[in-house]
């Protein structure tokens, strides 16, 4: 297995971490910073507040993208594994 090879596939696991997590992240981020706002607005400061509508986000992220997470993780292991079929092979 070459350099160039292992910086592939470095490449390629940095950017299926960022499409699995990223969507989750952003949307936490998005739910929190506007609960935030909310609150200091209302001068209510509740950390349930913030809580419950970003498990309820994450969750509906997770519901709808979970089967593009789950074909990009599953198209990613099916690469790792036959390139470890590749480089014991030989």
Do not use: C, W, Y
Not at 39 to 62: D, R, S, Y
């Amino acid at each position: 297995m070459q350099e160039a090879d292992v910086a592939a596939m470095l490449r390629d696991s940095m950017m299926v971490v960022l499409k699995l997590g990223g969507p989750v992240l952003m949307v936490a981020l998005a739910t929190g910073l506007v609960m935030s706002l909310l609150q200091a607005a209302t001068q209510i400061n509740e950390q349930t507040l913030a809580f419950v509508p970003k498990v309820l986000a994450i969750g509906a992220t997770l519901a709808l993208s979970g089967a593009f997470m789950m074909s990009t993780l599953s198209d990613f292991a099916h690469r790792i594994f036959d390139t470890m079929v590749a480089v014991g092979g030989s």
